[in-house]
């Protein structure tokens, strides 16, 4: 079964807790803190696969969720971190967030994407040792990782993709032209998927071509297969439209060509303006007295659009074909990229009153994910950004927390990894 679209819920490891121990050994008498950190939770890490050409691995298995970081232990012994889970997809996959609709990531190049980031280790009391503090005890907890629901989404690479009506001779044209086989019958969808071949056309000279399930009328609203699959030929540089012109199916081959059309611009306006080839296959099979074909050539012609006679079961034109396709595609920008749209929002990352006071004498730790992603956006060398991280702070309501609970003037705090000294 062919799956080019489902959705998944991710979710990196948390980081692990650091520990709170003392040193002891026989004849060392205060051996201090030595409480290690925990271990970073695993991240979600996607990588393309070259041998995958479905998203089927994704219909039975919808969560993936990465292994913890481990707990810190005395004897300064630091957690075991996660190990990133790496989830494979398909060159093409364009992941978007399943709220939105916006693009996360177009995985069309080689490059791992980090999906999910694992949560950070906290620190074990040994960080908090000071010859003033000698005996902290407290340690910071380990931070959540990032989870996610997103659409996983394929649409194929391909310079070309051949539309038009089931059954007029796309798969032969493809299984002719280059190394692919795909399934050809003489019924209507026959191709129930994409298939894709590379096309040589002489040294130096190749594209890839994909051969898409044939759209029928109402496609755009979902009949037929033409709705799952128009996706795939969002991608390509360059359109060949096939017609059939020996009236063996008993239309009129200019009908057909304006129905898909129709269909093309219903999809995404942006496709049907996307430059066009016209192929008049089964020219072999065409009545002596039919006009089909000069009338489909005067149509298109007058149109713009460059038009080819050929027969693919028998490679009359093909060859001819191949070269304009080769020739078109080298003056045409390249395979379409798609660039991400998703910002993560600030609240996504928890709320400011799920802030975490810890407290021993003249130290204060505060720890939460919404302080980590605050200061992950501060820049505390620019004086109006350290201005907003104040303002931040004090609108949360984290300053009347911290006197609350009997905070003074020279008190160390620290904020995630940063330590400030205390002045109302």
């Known amino acids: 079964m062919f799956v080019d679209k489902v959705r998944i819920f991710v979710k990196a490891g948390n980081g692990g807790n650091g520990a709170v121990a003392f040193h002891r050994e026989k004849y060392v008498a205060a051996g201090g803190p030595d409480g290690g950190d925990g271990g970073h939770g695993g991240s ?47 060159r093409g996959t364009v992941v978007r967030d ?20 694992g949560g950070r280790g906290g620190w ?14 407290f340690a910071k907890s380990g931070a959540p990782g990032e989870e996610h629901d997103v659409i996983l989404e394929l649409k194929l690479l391909a310079d070309v993709g051949l539309v038009g009506f089931p059954n007029v001779g796309k ?29 040589y056309v002489e040294d130096g000279v190749s594209f890839v071509m994909a051969d898409i399930p044939g759209i029928i009328e109402g496609a755009a609203e979902g009949a037929g297969l033409g709705h799952d699959f128009l996706r795939h030929i969002d991608r390509c540089r360059l359109i060949v439209h096939i017609v059939d012109v ?23 306006p942006d496709l049907a303006a996307r430059p066009m080839l016209v192929a008049a296959n089964k020219c072999d099979l065409l009545p002596p007295d039919s006009d089909n074909l000069e009338r489909l050539r005067s149509y ?18 093909t060859k001819q074909l191949m070269r304009a396709i080769a020739g078109r595609l ?28 810890q407290h021993q004498d003249d130290y204060w730790l505060v720890t939460g994910p919404w302080l980590s992603r605050l200061i992950a956006d501060i820049n505390f060398d620019d004086y ?21 609970q009997g905070i003074q003037d020279g008190d160390t705090v620290c904020l995630d990894d940063y330590e400030f000294t205390y002045e109302r």
């Open 171 to 199: 798969s032969t044209l493809l299984s002719v032209t280059s190394n692919a086989h795909p399934k050809i019958a003489n019924y209507h969808f026959t191709t129930l998927y994409p298939n894709l071949g590379v096309i």
């Open 124 to 137: 074990g009391n040994k960080h908090f040792a000071t010859p003033t503090r000698q005996v902290p005890r």
């Open 300 to 317: 298109v012609t007058a149109r713009g659009y460059e038009f080819y006679e050929i027969s693919a079961a028998t490679t009359q034109g």
């Open 384 to 404: 109006e950004s350290r201005m907003y991280f104040d303002r931040q702070l004090r609108r949360c309501g984290l300053f009347d927390r911290l006197e609350a």
């Open 44 to 90: 979600i890490v996607l990588r393309v696969d070259d041998n995958l050409s479905t998203l089927m691995d994704f219909r039975y298995k919808r969560k993936y969720t990465a292994p913890n970081g481990q707990d810190g232990q005395g004897a300064r012994r630091s957690g075991k971190r996660g190990e990133d889970l790496v989830i494979k997809v398909p």
């Open 330 to 357: 080298a003056s045409l920008p390249p395979v379409i990229v798609y660039e991400p749209e998703y910002v993560k929002p600030l609240t996504e990352a928890g709320s400011p009153d799920e802030l975490k006071i």
């Open 246 to 268: 020996s009236g063996s199916e008993g239309r009129d081959p200019v009908e057909d060509f304006d129905r898909i059309n129709e269909e093309l611009a219903q999809y995404s």
């Open 98 to 117: 399943a709220e939105t609709g916006e693009v996360i990531r177009d995985m069309s190049s080689s490059e791992d994407y980090v999906l999910c980031k």
